[in-house]
Protein backbone atom coordinates (compact mmCIF):
# COMPACT_ATOMS: atom_id res chain seq x y z
CA UNK A 1 0.00 0.00 0.00
CA UNK A 2 2.93 2.53 0.80
CA UNK A 3 4.72 1.90 -2.57
CA UNK A 4 1.08 2.44 -4.45
CA UNK A 5 0.66 5.46 -2.27
CA UNK A 6 4.09 7.03 -2.55
CA UNK A 7 3.31 6.13 -6.57
CA UNK A 8 -0.22 8.28 -6.93
CA UNK A 9 0.59 10.91 -4.42
CA UNK A 10 3.92 11.58 -5.93
CA UNK A 11 2.44 11.53 -9.68
CA UNK A 12 -0.71 13.75 -8.59
CA UNK A 13 1.38 16.34 -7.22
CA UNK A 14 4.05 16.56 -10.26
CA UNK A 15 1.60 16.71 -12.42
CA UNK A 16 0.19 19.52 -10.32
CA UNK A 17 2.88 21.39 -9.93
CA UNK A 18 3.62 21.18 -13.86
CA UNK A 19 0.70 22.52 -14.97
CA UNK A 20 1.52 25.45 -12.63
CA UNK A 21 4.41 26.21 -14.84
CA UNK A 22 3.78 24.59 -18.16
CA UNK A 23 4.34 28.23 -19.94
CA UNK A 24 8.04 28.43 -18.68
CA UNK A 25 8.59 24.76 -19.69
CA UNK A 26 7.55 25.66 -23.12
CA UNK A 27 9.91 28.64 -22.86
CA UNK A 28 12.47 26.77 -21.87
CA UNK A 29 12.25 23.76 -24.32
CA UNK A 30 12.12 26.64 -27.09
CA UNK A 31 15.36 28.56 -25.69
CA UNK A 32 17.42 25.62 -25.33
CA UNK A 33 16.62 23.74 -28.75
CA UNK A 34 17.55 26.85 -30.79
CA UNK A 35 20.87 26.89 -32.98
CA UNK A 36 22.77 29.57 -33.95
CA UNK A 37 23.33 28.62 -37.72
CA UNK A 38 25.83 29.89 -40.08
CA UNK A 39 24.97 30.64 -43.65
CA UNK A 40 26.98 31.27 -46.92
CA UNK A 41 25.63 34.39 -48.49
CA UNK A 42 26.90 35.41 -52.23
CA UNK A 43 26.98 38.65 -53.25
CA UNK A 44 24.21 37.71 -55.65
CA UNK A 45 21.72 36.90 -52.87
CA UNK A 46 21.51 32.95 -53.32
CA UNK A 47 21.80 31.25 -49.76
CA UNK A 48 22.84 27.64 -48.91
CA UNK A 49 22.84 26.15 -45.75
CA UNK A 50 26.52 25.04 -45.52
CA UNK A 51 28.21 25.44 -42.26
CA UNK A 52 31.21 27.78 -41.96
CA UNK A 53 33.74 28.56 -39.09
CA UNK A 54 34.77 31.94 -40.59
CA UNK A 55 33.07 35.33 -38.42
CA UNK A 56 30.33 37.16 -38.62
CA UNK A 57 30.33 39.19 -41.96
CA UNK A 58 33.65 38.30 -43.01
CA UNK A 59 33.94 38.96 -46.69
CA UNK A 60 35.83 36.98 -49.05
CA UNK A 61 36.36 36.27 -52.51
CA UNK A 62 32.93 37.82 -53.22
CA UNK A 63 31.00 35.73 -50.30
CA UNK A 64 30.03 37.49 -47.65
CA UNK A 65 29.06 35.12 -43.95
CA UNK A 66 26.66 35.54 -42.02
CA UNK A 67 25.12 34.26 -38.61
CA UNK A 68 21.88 34.49 -38.00
CA UNK A 69 20.79 35.83 -34.21
CA UNK A 70 18.75 33.80 -32.16
CA UNK A 71 14.90 33.90 -32.46
CA UNK A 72 14.26 34.43 -28.66
CA UNK A 73 16.83 36.16 -25.96
CA UNK A 74 15.56 34.40 -23.10
CA UNK A 75 12.59 33.08 -21.58
CA UNK A 76 10.45 36.25 -20.94
CA UNK A 77 11.08 37.27 -24.70
CA UNK A 78 10.23 34.06 -25.66
CA UNK A 79 6.86 33.82 -24.09
CA UNK A 80 6.05 37.00 -25.01
CA UNK A 81 6.63 36.09 -28.92
CA UNK A 82 4.63 33.18 -28.47
CA UNK A 83 1.89 34.57 -27.22
CA UNK A 84 2.03 37.29 -29.79
CA UNK A 85 2.55 35.12 -32.53
CA UNK A 86 -0.10 32.02 -31.44
CA UNK A 87 -2.08 33.85 -28.48
CA UNK A 88 -3.00 32.18 -25.06
CA UNK A 89 -3.70 28.63 -26.08
CA UNK A 90 0.06 28.89 -28.00
CA UNK A 91 1.51 29.13 -24.37
CA UNK A 92 -0.18 25.84 -23.29
CA UNK A 93 0.51 24.34 -26.72
CA UNK A 94 1.40 20.60 -26.33
CA UNK A 95 0.23 20.48 -22.43
CA UNK A 96 -2.17 17.36 -22.22
CA UNK A 97 0.68 15.70 -24.00
CA UNK A 98 3.29 16.75 -21.82
CA UNK A 99 1.15 16.47 -18.35
CA UNK A 100 0.20 12.55 -19.50
CA UNK A 101 4.02 12.31 -19.93
CA UNK A 102 4.92 13.60 -16.61
CA UNK A 103 2.24 11.98 -14.79
CA UNK A 104 3.23 8.31 -16.12
CA UNK A 105 6.82 9.00 -15.30
CA UNK A 106 6.50 10.28 -12.06
CA UNK A 107 4.27 7.30 -11.40
CA UNK A 108 6.43 4.81 -12.74
CA UNK A 109 9.73 6.60 -10.87
CA UNK A 110 8.14 7.05 -7.50
CA UNK A 111 6.55 2.92 -7.33
CA UNK A 112 10.02 1.55 -8.27
CA UNK A 113 11.79 4.14 -6.20
CA UNK A 114 9.74 3.21 -3.23
CA UNK A 115 9.59 -0.30 -4.12
CA UNK A 116 13.13 -0.67 -4.54
CA UNK A 117 13.85 1.49 -1.76
CA UNK A 118 11.92 -0.74 0.68
CA UNK A 119 13.06 -3.98 -0.43
CA UNK A 120 16.64 -3.05 -0.12
CA UNK A 121 16.57 -1.25 3.52
CA UNK A 122 15.04 -4.85 4.27
CA UNK A 123 17.50 -6.41 2.97
CA UNK A 124 20.44 -4.22 4.75
CA UNK A 125 18.58 -4.79 8.06
CA UNK A 126 18.45 -7.75 7.78
CA UNK A 127 22.11 -8.27 6.92
CA UNK A 128 22.96 -5.95 9.86
CA UNK A 129 21.22 -7.99 12.45
CA UNK A 130 23.03 -11.13 10.98
CA UNK A 131 26.38 -9.09 11.83
CA UNK A 132 25.38 -8.03 15.39
CA UNK A 133 25.35 -4.53 14.32
CA UNK A 134 22.68 -2.33 16.30
CA UNK A 135 21.85 0.94 15.52
CA UNK A 136 19.41 2.73 12.56
CA UNK A 137 19.82 1.93 9.12
CA UNK A 138 20.86 4.27 6.59
CA UNK A 139 21.15 4.92 3.00
CA UNK A 140 25.01 6.12 1.97
CA UNK A 141 24.83 8.85 -1.07
CA UNK A 142 26.16 6.22 -3.28
CA UNK A 143 23.54 3.67 -2.46
CA UNK A 144 20.72 6.59 -2.90
CA UNK A 145 22.18 7.91 -6.22
CA UNK A 146 21.79 4.20 -7.58
CA UNK A 147 18.42 3.33 -6.37
CA UNK A 148 17.11 6.44 -8.13
CA UNK A 149 18.95 5.49 -11.22
CA UNK A 150 17.44 2.23 -11.22
CA UNK A 151 13.85 3.44 -10.56
CA UNK A 152 14.43 6.47 -13.51
CA UNK A 153 15.85 4.45 -16.21
CA UNK A 154 12.73 1.64 -15.37
CA UNK A 155 10.21 4.71 -15.89
CA UNK A 156 12.10 5.85 -18.81
CA UNK A 157 11.23 3.09 -20.83
CA UNK A 158 7.71 3.34 -20.48
CA UNK A 159 7.91 7.19 -21.16
CA UNK A 160 10.53 8.26 -23.89
CA UNK A 161 8.07 8.26 -26.26
CA UNK A 162 5.77 10.27 -24.69
CA UNK A 163 8.69 12.69 -23.97
CA UNK A 164 9.49 13.25 -27.83
CA UNK A 165 5.67 13.48 -29.14
CA UNK A 166 5.69 16.46 -26.34
CA UNK A 167 8.84 17.83 -27.68
CA UNK A 168 7.74 18.22 -30.67
CA UNK A 169 4.64 19.42 -30.06
CA UNK A 170 6.28 22.48 -28.59
CA UNK A 171 8.71 23.45 -31.05
CA UNK A 172 6.55 22.54 -33.94
CA UNK A 173 6.17 25.22 -36.30
CA UNK A 174 3.20 27.12 -37.79
CA UNK A 175 -0.26 26.29 -36.78
CA UNK A 176 -2.50 23.97 -33.98
CA UNK A 177 -3.07 21.44 -36.89
CA UNK A 178 0.36 20.90 -36.93
CA UNK A 179 1.33 20.13 -33.71
CA UNK A 180 -2.01 17.96 -33.09
CA UNK A 181 -0.95 15.04 -31.31
CA UNK A 182 -2.02 12.94 -34.64
CA UNK A 183 -0.10 15.23 -36.93
CA UNK A 184 2.86 14.46 -35.05
CA UNK A 185 2.88 10.59 -34.80
CA UNK A 186 2.52 10.28 -37.99
CA UNK A 187 5.11 13.25 -39.05
CA UNK A 188 7.52 10.67 -36.13
CA UNK A 189 6.51 7.26 -37.84
CA UNK A 190 7.00 8.52 -41.39
CA UNK A 191 10.40 10.46 -40.60
CA UNK A 192 11.28 6.63 -39.40
CA UNK A 193 10.08 5.16 -42.79
CA UNK A 194 7.81 2.74 -40.67
CA UNK A 195 10.53 2.21 -37.67
CA UNK A 196 8.57 2.29 -34.09
CA UNK A 197 12.21 2.50 -32.91
CA UNK A 198 11.90 6.19 -33.50
CA UNK A 199 9.59 6.92 -30.63
CA UNK A 200 12.38 5.86 -28.57
CA UNK A 201 14.83 8.17 -30.09
CA UNK A 202 17.03 10.20 -27.29
CA UNK A 203 16.27 6.93 -25.04
CA UNK A 204 20.37 6.83 -24.30
CA UNK A 205 20.62 10.49 -22.89
CA UNK A 206 16.94 9.63 -21.39
CA UNK A 207 18.63 6.74 -19.30
CA UNK A 208 21.74 9.13 -18.63
CA UNK A 209 19.39 11.68 -17.72
CA UNK A 210 18.25 9.55 -14.73
CA UNK A 211 20.78 10.74 -12.55
CA UNK A 212 19.17 13.91 -12.43
CA UNK A 213 16.24 12.61 -10.28
CA UNK A 214 18.71 9.96 -8.77
CA UNK A 215 20.62 13.59 -7.73
CA UNK A 216 17.33 15.17 -6.53
CA UNK A 217 16.57 12.60 -4.29
CA UNK A 218 19.63 11.74 -2.89
CA UNK A 219 20.30 15.56 -2.02
CA UNK A 220 16.49 15.71 -0.60
CA UNK A 221 17.46 13.07 1.25
CA UNK A 222 20.81 14.08 3.03
CA UNK A 223 19.33 17.60 3.18
CA UNK A 224 16.53 16.84 4.99
CA UNK A 225 18.82 14.62 7.61
CA UNK A 226 21.67 17.46 7.89
CA UNK A 227 18.73 20.48 7.92
CA UNK A 228 16.48 18.80 10.31
CA UNK A 229 16.58 17.49 13.97
CA UNK A 230 16.48 13.26 14.02
CA UNK A 231 13.10 13.58 15.82
CA UNK A 232 11.64 14.95 13.06
CA UNK A 233 12.71 12.18 10.75
CA UNK A 234 12.05 8.92 13.32
CA UNK A 235 10.76 5.97 11.01
CA UNK A 236 11.71 8.31 7.53
CA UNK A 237 8.01 9.85 7.56
CA UNK A 238 8.31 12.96 5.14
CA UNK A 239 4.67 13.70 5.88
CA UNK A 240 6.22 14.69 9.62
CA UNK A 241 7.75 17.77 8.02
CA UNK A 242 5.68 20.88 6.85
CA UNK A 243 4.73 22.41 3.42
CA UNK A 244 7.29 25.05 3.56
CA UNK A 245 9.66 22.84 4.52
CA UNK A 246 8.99 20.39 1.72
CA UNK A 247 9.53 23.04 -0.63
CA UNK A 248 12.78 24.36 0.96
CA UNK A 249 14.08 20.94 0.51
CA UNK A 250 12.15 20.24 -3.14
CA UNK A 251 14.14 23.76 -4.22
CA UNK A 252 17.57 23.41 -2.87
CA UNK A 253 17.90 19.57 -4.47
CA UNK A 254 16.22 20.28 -7.74
CA UNK A 255 18.89 23.24 -8.06
CA UNK A 256 22.03 21.03 -7.34
CA UNK A 257 20.93 18.39 -10.01
CA UNK A 258 20.02 20.49 -12.49
CA UNK A 259 23.46 22.19 -12.67
CA UNK A 260 25.18 18.74 -12.64
CA UNK A 261 22.80 17.46 -16.00
CA UNK A 262 21.72 20.78 -17.93
CA UNK A 263 24.12 19.86 -20.80
CA UNK A 264 22.46 16.21 -20.86
CA UNK A 265 19.13 18.24 -20.71
CA UNK A 266 19.85 20.56 -23.79
CA UNK A 267 21.31 17.34 -25.59
CA UNK A 268 18.28 15.66 -25.14
CA UNK A 269 16.00 18.72 -26.11
CA UNK A 270 17.69 18.99 -29.13
CA UNK A 271 17.38 15.63 -30.51
CA UNK A 272 13.85 15.35 -29.67
CA UNK A 273 12.68 18.46 -31.09
CA UNK A 274 10.68 19.06 -34.87
CA UNK A 275 13.09 19.02 -37.39
CA UNK A 276 16.08 17.80 -35.77
CA UNK A 277 19.35 16.69 -37.61
CA UNK A 278 21.33 15.28 -34.67
CA UNK A 279 21.57 11.70 -34.60
CA UNK A 280 23.30 11.22 -31.03
CA UNK A 281 23.68 13.71 -28.23
CA UNK A 282 27.36 13.36 -27.87
CA UNK A 283 26.97 15.03 -31.58
CA UNK A 284 24.52 17.98 -29.99
CA UNK A 285 27.29 18.59 -27.31
CA UNK A 286 30.02 18.60 -30.03
CA UNK A 287 27.95 21.04 -32.32
CA UNK A 288 27.49 23.50 -29.36
CA UNK A 289 30.33 23.22 -28.17
CA UNK A 290 31.86 24.13 -32.18
CA UNK A 291 29.81 26.84 -32.70
CA UNK A 292 28.50 28.18 -29.74
CA UNK A 293 30.69 27.86 -27.07
CA UNK A 294 31.07 26.27 -23.75
CA UNK A 295 28.62 28.11 -22.12
CA UNK A 296 26.06 26.94 -24.70
CA UNK A 297 25.97 23.48 -23.35
CA UNK A 298 24.20 25.74 -20.06
CA UNK A 299 21.64 27.05 -22.24
CA UNK A 300 18.71 27.65 -20.60
CA UNK A 301 19.74 27.20 -17.74
CA UNK A 302 17.54 30.27 -15.98
CA UNK A 303 14.22 28.69 -17.11
CA UNK A 304 15.40 25.27 -16.66
CA UNK A 305 16.33 26.30 -12.71
CA UNK A 306 13.68 28.72 -12.29
CA UNK A 307 10.80 25.92 -13.62
CA UNK A 308 12.77 23.31 -12.05
CA UNK A 309 13.22 24.39 -8.75
CA UNK A 310 9.65 25.70 -8.56
CA UNK A 311 7.72 22.08 -10.10
CA UNK A 312 10.22 20.36 -7.71
CA UNK A 313 9.62 22.76 -4.65
CA UNK A 314 5.77 22.49 -5.23
CA UNK A 315 6.38 18.97 -6.09
CA UNK A 316 7.63 17.95 -2.16
CA UNK A 317 5.60 20.45 -1.00
CA UNK A 318 2.25 19.10 -2.74
CA UNK A 319 3.61 15.39 -1.94
CA UNK A 320 3.41 15.79 1.27
CA UNK A 321 0.07 17.65 2.06
CA UNK A 322 -1.73 15.05 -0.12
CA UNK A 323 0.26 12.23 1.97
CA UNK A 324 -1.44 13.86 5.07
CA UNK A 325 -5.31 14.06 3.38
CA UNK A 326 -4.73 10.84 2.08
CA UNK A 327 -3.53 9.32 5.90
CA UNK A 328 -6.73 11.38 7.35
CA UNK A 329 -9.10 9.64 5.15
CA UNK A 330 -7.85 6.28 5.47
CA UNK A 331 -7.95 7.03 9.22
CA UNK A 332 -11.77 8.68 9.01
CA UNK A 333 -12.74 5.58 6.97
CA UNK A 334 -11.38 3.29 9.58
CA UNK A 335 -13.13 4.89 12.13
CA UNK A 336 -16.19 4.54 10.94
CA UNK A 337 -15.84 1.19 9.87
CA UNK A 338 -15.26 0.23 13.12
CA UNK A 339 -17.94 2.03 14.77
CA UNK A 340 -20.61 0.83 12.02
CA UNK A 341 -18.94 -2.76 13.20
CA UNK A 342 -19.63 -2.47 16.90
CA UNK A 343 -22.77 -0.94 16.77
CA UNK A 344 -23.58 -4.52 14.55
CA UNK A 345 -22.14 -6.38 17.39
Excluded at 69 to 93: A, H, M, N, W
Excluded at 117 to 137: D, E, I, N, P
Excluded at 302 to 311: F, M, S
Aim: with cysteine; aromatic share 10%; proline share 2%.
Amino acid sequence: MATLESAITGAVASSLANIAVYPLDLAKTLVQTQLKEEHTKKSSGSVTDKPQNDSNNKKEKGVFMEKSELKYKDSIDCIVKVFKERGISGLYRGMPTSILANFIQSFCYFFWYTFVRRYYFRVKSSRAKKLGQTGRTSFSTLEELALGVVAGATSQLFTNPISIVSTRQQTAEGTNESASLTSVIKQIYKEHQGDITGFWKGLKVSLVLCINPSITFASYQKLKTFLFSTEELIGGKNDELGALQNFILGVLSKMISTLFTQPLIVAKASLQRTGSKFRSFQQVICYLYQHEGLLALWKGIRPQLAKGIIVQGLLFMFKGELTKILHRAIFLQSNVFLRKRSIAI
